[in-house]
Nanobody, 121 residues
C-alpha cells in the first residue's frame, strides 16, 4: 500500500485545513487509515483513525470535537478536516494505514510522507 498525503499549510489560530491521503496498491488489505503527527522535539502521536469498512472512527482526546475524519472508498482516499486550529496543532502530519486494527497504534504499518501544518497565534 502506498500513501500520498496532501493539504498542509500555514494558517492562523481558529482557521481550518483539510488534509487528504490517497492510497494505492494493495488497498484491499487495509483495515484502517489514520493520521499521526510529530511536532518539533516531540514523539510522533496518534491523531485519528477510521475503519475502512463501516467508517468507525477513533480520535485522540486532544482533537475531539475539532477534527473530523472521513473516507471515500471509491477513491481510496481519507480526509482529515481540521477546524478551530490551535498553535499546538503545529506538526508534520503523516497518514498511515493498518491491515489489522483501528485502535492498536502499533499495527499502522504503511506510511505516507508528511505534510506540514503550521498554526500561528
Amino acid at each position: 500500500v502506498q500513501l500520498q498525503a496532501s493539504g498542509g499549510g500555514s494558517v492562523q489560530a481558529g482557521d481550518s485545513l483539510r488534509l487528504s491521503c490517497a492510497a494505492s496498491g494493495h488497498t484491499s488489505s487495509m483495515y484502517a487509515m489514520g493520521w499521526f503527527r510529530q511536532a518539533p522535539g516531540k514523539e510522533r502521536e496518534f491523531v485519528v483513525g477510521i475503519a475502512w469498512s463501516g467508517g468507525r472512527a477513533f480520535y485522540a482526546d486532544s482533537v475531539k470535537g475539532r477534527f473530523a475524519i472521513s473516507r471515500d472508498n471509491d477513491e481510496n482516499t481519507a480526509y482529515l478536516q481540521m477546524n478551530s486550529l490551535k498553535p499546538e496543532d503545529t506538526a508534520v502530519y503523516y497518514c498511515a494505514a493498518s491491515s489489522a486494527s483501528l485502535r492498536q497504534i502499533g499495527t499502522y504499518e504503511y506510511w505516507g510522507q508528511g505534510t506540514q501544518v503550521t498554526v500561528s497565534s
